[in-house]
């Protein structure tokens, strides 16, 4: 049934190619279908909805973070696709809200799962992931009153490369495509014009900051250490 679905749409090509695709694509779903269900073999623990208070400037902040899927291992996430700077990002935030307040009885570790693969983020001090989080929750509170000069997908490019500026600016402007450039998304457009260059010295400093905590932390068997160094070309979607 799922093959004559497949079948019906136009994702793939009709004849030979498009039958050796579609195999390997099934194949490819049945392997992360599999893993998923050996992952959360173990029942979840009750829903639990954390509340934590910050000072920002002299005012109050309270930020909630419910889980409702969480297992003695940890938070499990999963996506059946490419693993992407969104992904990261996303289980980052989910992860600090969980180490800043571990629940009993679960050891506060994420992992994420993906089409492509899995990456990790392992157990972090209490202390050290409400400071991660405080500095985060400022800088939305900065967005509110002004666009942030941070683009993931440029933002990603640059720091794992190296602080490569040139990647940045390949992912932002699309090179010879530029239609697939993340500068063509219709509200950076919006908010950003009358810059002359978005990518400046602003942005630079938040990539560093939002994300050079997330790399440190992150493990991913196709990233080199903790560093998150690609080896040679990561096969990981900018």
């Known amino acids: 049934a799922l093959l004559a679905l497949a079948r019906a749409g136009g994702e793939y090509p009709a004849g030979a190619l498009g039958e050796a695709e579609l195999g390997r694509e099934l194949g490819r779903l049945q392997a992360f279908a599999a893993t998923v269900a050996a992952e959360t073999a173990a029942a979840p623990l009750p829903p639990r909805v954390s509340r934590l208070d910050f000072s920002l400037a002299g005012e109050g902040w309270t930020l909630t973070a419910a889980f409702a899927d969480l297992r003695p291992l940890g938070l499990l996430r999963w996506r059946y696709d490419d693993t ?48 991660l989080l405080a500095d985060l929750l400022a800088l939305y509170r900065e967005g509110l009153g002004r666009p942030l000069h941070f683009f993931p997908k440029s933002a990603w490019a640059y720091v794992s490369k190296g602080e490569n500026a040139g990647k940045a600016q390949a992912k932002w402007t699309g090179g010879n495509r530029p239609q697939f450039g993340e500068s063509a998304d219709p509200a950076y457009r919006l908010a950003l014009r009358g810059e002359p260059v978005p990518l400046d010295a602003r942005f630079f400093a938040l990539a560093k900051r939002v994300l050079g905590p997330l790399i440190a932390h992150l493990r991913d068997e196709r990233l080199d250490g903790a560093a998150g160094v690609p080896r040679g070309k990561s096969p990981i979607p900018e």
């Open 84 to 131: 992407r700077p969104v992904d990261y990002l996303a289980s980052w935030l989910s992860h600090l809200a969980l180490c800043a307040a571990p629940p009993p009885g679960v050891t506060p570790a994420t992992l994420g799962l993906s089409r492509d693969g899995r990456f990790r983020f392992a157990a972090i001090e209490a202390a050290e992931a409400r400071s």
